[in-house]
């Protein structure tokens, strides 16, 4: 597939970065065009690979943001891409959108830019262009706490409302321990690239190259497809020096034919592997729509019968027949990877925690809101009210 992709805030910009960098080291080209848009300033000096003129800065002029970021407010974060609706539609009039099948709007939910501005952006984008638009939203972790928990929820009724799919991350399932938060971030983001661009560019090849099975960027678009949220799921093994399979050394030391039942077999093992890791957010697998099942590597290594094995097994697992497999051939990749999407996953318990947090952080907010104006008046108002205002 050829992508338009846009960050929008922090995360949002910083895993644009991330995809630019893995595709750069595979050798893909799935980004055709790039653009952060932030409304901190210091923010979009972050990023290694988005080229300079394709940064922009919104609510420079903003008295509440001023190129210093919107402070984790949804609202001002909204408030200021509608100010500078003109200056984004420029930097998309860029955009040459027959270069393009899809457009991707990536932005971290819990803050203020992302959360706020993403879903005006999209916005623009759908009126703009009839390309779909895909949504790769950052939920917060729990342990942010209320704020993010309420921007999240409210900023993805926005986004999946606005979106042609909206792929998922959780924070929460992918933090580890002993990490700082950046360090963290720092290998979330390689994670989430990783299946991203794995997902998103196959079916880029060239036609001379293409093999039998080859999935196509239509299929991938079909898939995403359904309005809903999705996840991901992605298992790779190492083709030269030490596999935890060993499939590939297999395959290397006696050239065992390609469709032998028993390699069939482990690639069939390397795509349950992928539905049963970490999914970029955890869901009920049985409560997907559609399916797509990619395996990427050198084609030789691929065996068909284990396409077909794969997909028969998710077929069960999952309990939907709309599910596509195939291969993106890539000669030169040095690992086998299996990626596997669920399209319209209805079944997310972080979802529902997050809305339940945000809840409660919305009542309290009120709560204190009230108190704040109560302790004011109290404060100003002297023992038997006897004083004035002076106007
Ligand atoms: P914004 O610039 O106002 O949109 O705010 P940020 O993007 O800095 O943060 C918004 C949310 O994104 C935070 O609440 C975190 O949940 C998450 N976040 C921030 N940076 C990263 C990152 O690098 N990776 C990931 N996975 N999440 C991040």
Redesign the pocket.
């Known amino acids: 597939m050829k992508l338009a992709t846009i960050g ?8 644009i970065d991330r995809m630019l960098e893995f595709e750069d080291k595979t050798g893909r080209s799935l980004c055709r065009h790039v653009l952060v848009i ?3 300033r210091t ?1 979009l000096a972050k990023p290694d690979y988005v080229p300079e003129d394709r940064r922009i800065l919104i609510g420079d002029t903003h008295k509440k943001a001023k190129g210093h ?2 402070g ?1 407010d949804v609202e001002v ?1 909204a408030e200021v891409a509608k100010h500078d609706i003109d200056e984004i539609r420029r930097a998309f009039d860029d955009v040459e959108i027959h270069e393009v099948d899809a457009i991707i709007v990536a ?12 879903p005006v952006v999209i916005e623009e984008l759908q009126k703009m262009y009839d390309e779909p638009v895909y949504g790769l939203g ?4 729990e342990y ?1 706490g209320g704020r ?1 928990a309420l ?2 929820a409210r900023s993805l009724q926005s986004f999946v409302q606005k979106v042609d799919n909206f792929i998922a ?1 959780d ?1 929460d399932a ?1 933090r580890s321990r002993g990490q700082t938060i ?1 360090e ?3 290998q ?2 390689r994670e ?1 690239a990783v299946r991203i661009v794995t997902l998103l560019a196959a079916g880029e090849i060239d036609e001379t190259d293409v093999a039998e099975n080859a999935m196509d960027s239509s299929d991938i678009m079909r898939t995403l497809d359904t309005d809903g949220v999705s996840s991901i799921g992605y298992a790779s093994t190492t083709i030269s020096g030490d596999t935890d399979d060993g499939l590939l050394n297999r395959f290397r030391e006696d050239e065992t034919p390609v469709g032998d039942a028993t390699d069939a077999a482990k690639i069939k093992g390397l795509v349950r592997r992928a539905v049963n890791s970490r999914l970029t957010i955890p869901c009920e697998v049985t409560s997907a729509d559609r399916a797509l099942i990619i395996l990427s590597g050198p084609s030789e290594l691929i065996s068909r019968k284990g396409i077909e094995s794969a997909r028969q097994w998710l077929e069960n697992e999952a309990d939907t027949v709309d599910i596509l497999a195939g291969d993106d051939p890539r000669p030169n990749a040095s690992e086998l990877s299996a990626v596997v999407l669920l399209s319209n996953v209805t079944e997310t318990p972080r979802v529902d925690e997050i809305q339940r947090q945000a809840v409660d952080a919305q009542d309290k907010i009120a709560e204190l809101e009230a108190a704040r104006e109560e302790e004011i008046n109290e404060l100003i108002t002297d023992e038997n009210d006897e004083l004035d205002p002076v106007v």
């Open positions: 929008v805030g922090n995360a949002g910009s910083k895993i932030n409304s901190a923010d970021g919107v984790g974060g932005a971290g939910l819990g803050g203020g830019t992302g959360s706020g501005a993403g950052i939920l917060p972790g942010e993010p921007n999240a991350f924070n992918w950046e963290g971030y720092e979330m983001n989430l």
